[in-house]
């Protein structure tokens, strides 16, 4: 045990005192008549000036790409990719971006294209496209691709027997602000949340929503908790029900927590190396350690709701952001805060496996994505099947980008 300074000052002066009580007090001293103190001069009173508080500042956007004006002779492949397989998907985008005044005139004139016609197709993107070379703002003129898929699962629409793994919808008590009513500079963000009181607080985490549950917010039960985890990441799928048939789950919302890969987490740990955190190298890693596997979803605390939707064609693809159909190896999930979403993208990279074959064609950003960030970042969708969800799993290439942009638009 130890004193502090304080603390002996403080026994020094009690000791002091008591020493002098044993000793004899010296003789009184006469009083000294008392002197008058001049009155204390009058300080002027200050004024006082209000302080007004700092008004908020607007979050600050992401740092911009750069569109480098190219040629289509510099990109690679352009001349050997088949346009006609792109120009449905191409169309779609139309459906959307023709009531811009950039993109007014080439729709319109779009719709008088032989379809069928490679060399009429291809003339029609060179007469009133021009292609821009994407490039990051650290100057940078590679980027990630990855892939997606759209996953097949079975459920129930209510809990028993296997399907023991709730899909959400959207619960009744989470709370959307829309940030871009505030900050114009910031169109689109939107913070969610729920109320606590007469405050927005944050909206739970994986971890907790897992713990506790979403009581009545249940939509479908699946048999394979694996599964509804890479279904969260894939933003939607089809599920075959127990009765027979099969809806598609479509991406509704998401808890307002930021998408962080558990591929990652995986590799920071020490479990995978860089190569095998694919999604069958995850698989596997669940595989062989079932009593960790909440403890690695948990390292992702976004949480995805969905909603159902009718299957009337199985060869139309889910839709995407721009609320259009994806287009099986023509639609592609960018970063809208780069890139113009519904865009033609010319895209050239490879596909994972033996030989890296060159995977250079065009395709449509008409999607986004949580895990979908920075200029040169894409996620390729494959479609729907066994071969499209392999590829999906193992795609992490490095690749270049062309932004596609109308000529009036220079």
């Known amino acids: 045990m130890f004193l502090t300074r304080r603390s002996l000052t403080v026994c020094a002066a009690a000791v002091a005192l008591t020493l002098a009580g044993c000793t004899t007090p010296p003789p009184p001293q006469p009083a000294k008549p008392a002197q008058p103190e001049p009155p204390a001069p009058v300080q002027p009173a200050a004024p006082v000036t209000p302080v007004t508080p700092p008004a908020p500042s607007a979050p600050q956007p992401p ?8 040629r289509f002779s510099d990109l690679p492949g352009w001349d050997r990719d088949d346009l006609r397989a792109a120009w449905p998907a191409f169309m779609l985008s139309c459906s959307k971006l023709a009531s811009s005044a950039d993109w007014k005139e080439p729709c319109a004139i779009a719709k008088t294209v032989d379809a069928g016609s490679e060399k009429a197709i291809r003339l029609f993107f060179e007469s009133f496209f021009d292609p821009h070379q994407v490039i990051a703002p650290d100057g940078d003129n590679t980027g990630l691709i990855t892939g997606y898929y759209e996953p097949f699962l079975r459920g129930a629409r209510k809990k ?38 007469k405050r927005v607080v944050p909206y739970p985490a994986r971890e907790e929503i897992a713990r506790a549950g979403l009581p009545g917010s249940e939509l479908i039960w699946v048999d ?5 985890f890479f279904l969260e990441v894939q933003g939607s799928g089809r599920v075959q029900m127990a009765d027979g048939e099969t809806v598609r789950i479509a991406y509704a919302d998401q808890n307002g927590r930021p998408y962080e ?3 990652k987490w995986l590799v920071k740990k020490g479990e995978l190396t860089t190569e095998q955190a694919t999604m069958q190298g995850i698989r596997a890693w669940i595989d062989g350690h079932p009593t960790r596997r909440q403890e690695l979803f948990n390292a992702n605390p976004s949480y995805v709701f969905f ?8 060869k139309v693809g889910p839709k995407g952001t721009l609320n259009v159909p994806l287009t099986p190896q023509r639609s592609a ?13 010319f895209l050239s990279t490879t596909l994972p496996g033996a030989g890296d074959m060159p995977l250079q064609r065009l395709v449509m950003g008409q ?44």
Do not use: C
């Open 307 to 314: 909603r159902e939707e009718k299957l009337p064609d199985p």
């Open 261 to 263: 890969s558990i591929g």
């Open 333 to 345: 999930a960018i970063d809208r805060n780069q890139l113009p979403l519904g865009a033609p993208i």
């Open 63 to 70: 740092a911009k790409a750069e569109f480098v004006l190219a």
């Open 160 to 197: 028993g027997g296997p399907y023991q793994t709730p899909l959400h919808k959207v619960p009744d008590d989470m709370v959307i602000i829309d940030i871009g009513s505030v900050y114009p500079a910031l169109a689109g963000k939107r913070v969610r949340g729920r109320l606590k009181g």
């Open 367 to 410: 999607d986004t994505g949580g895990a979908i960030k920075g200029a040169i970042r894409l996620d390729f969708f494959f479609g729907f099947g066994p071969e499209a969800a392999d590829l999906a799993g193992r795609m992490k290439q490095r690749g270049n980008m062309w932004v596609l942009l109308p000529k009036v638009a220079r």
């Open 224 to 228: 394979d908790p694996v599964d509804a």
